[in-house]
């Protein structure tokens, strides 16, 4: 089954302690992408990579980096995780980047204390 | 800037036809796509418009104006599934901007 998988699905933790979301596809995507959804502003792009080692900032980046050391994933890290990061993440995956439809991961829930 | 608007709610009633507007001012335009997302959820593809015009998939369709910055969504034949929020993004270059969607409630 093509599908985006995403861990953990819920993470609470606390200010400052390094934390990493995993992203996965299993399309051969060669664009991936990583979004937070707030109430009333939607989804804003933090980062996203047209390939692998090709990553770049997105709307939202600070506090937040990325790696794409393979095709297929494409973690989130928090260094130093501040309560303002508390959000629902998506990690998202398409074809290339542009004219193609997104398919999205279940979502990450994170709050930081 | 860079800014895509849409109301924050729409309610109709079962059976009836919606639509969904959504304007947006944008640095680059590679195409308007509208996303489905039922609370609780990741946003699932709908429709996609790179030129003018509308396009029609089943009960859904829509619409894309570039010279006016403008695209609306309309569902026909509404049904209690279809409550949902509704997410208008251009993709422009290599990254998307999205609305921040429309909570579309259907009424029995």
């Known amino acids: 089954e093509a599908q985006v998988t995403q861990n953990p699905r819920y993470l609470i933790t606390v200010t400052g302690k390094k934390l990493t979301v995993t992203c996965s596809q299993n399309?051969?995507?060669?664009?991936m992408s990583w979004y937070r959804q707030d109430p009333g502003l939607g989804l804003r792009q933090i980062y996203y990579s047209m390939n692998v080692e090709v990553t770049d900032k997105g709307d939202v980046p600070e506090g937040y980096k990325v790696s794409r050391k393979e095709k297929r994933n494409f973690p989130l890290i928090l260094e130093s995780p501040s309560p303002n990061q508390t959000s629902l993440y998506f990690c998202?995956?398409?074809?290339?980047?542009?004219?193609?439809?997104?398919?999205f991961g279940p979502g990450t829930r994170l709050t930081v204390t | 800037g860079q800014s895509l608007e849409q109301p924050s709610e729409v309610t109709a009633v079962e059976g009836a036809i919606v639509q969904i507007n959504c304007t947006y001012q944008?640095?680059?335009?590679?195409?308007l796509f509208w996303y489905q997302q039922h609370a609780g959820e990741a946003p699932t593809f709908l429709s996609y418009?790179?030129?003018?015009g509308l396009e029609e998939k089943g009960r859904f369709s829509s619409f894309l104006s570039r010279s006016k910055g403008y695209s609306y969504l309309l569902l026909k034949e509404l049904q209690m599934k279809d409550s949902a929020s509704y997410l208008c993004?251009?993709?422009?270059?290599?990254?998307?901007?999205f609305g921040a969607g429309t909570r579309l409630f259907v009424k029995a």
């Open positions: 399309m051969n995507h060669e664009y």
């Open positions: 944008t640095s680059g335009f590679n195409g």
């Open positions: 418009n790179v030129l003018d």
């Open positions: 993004a251009v993709a422009g270059g290599f990254k998307t901007i």
């Open positions: 998202a995956s398409s074809l290339a980047a542009g004219a193609y439809e997104q398919y």
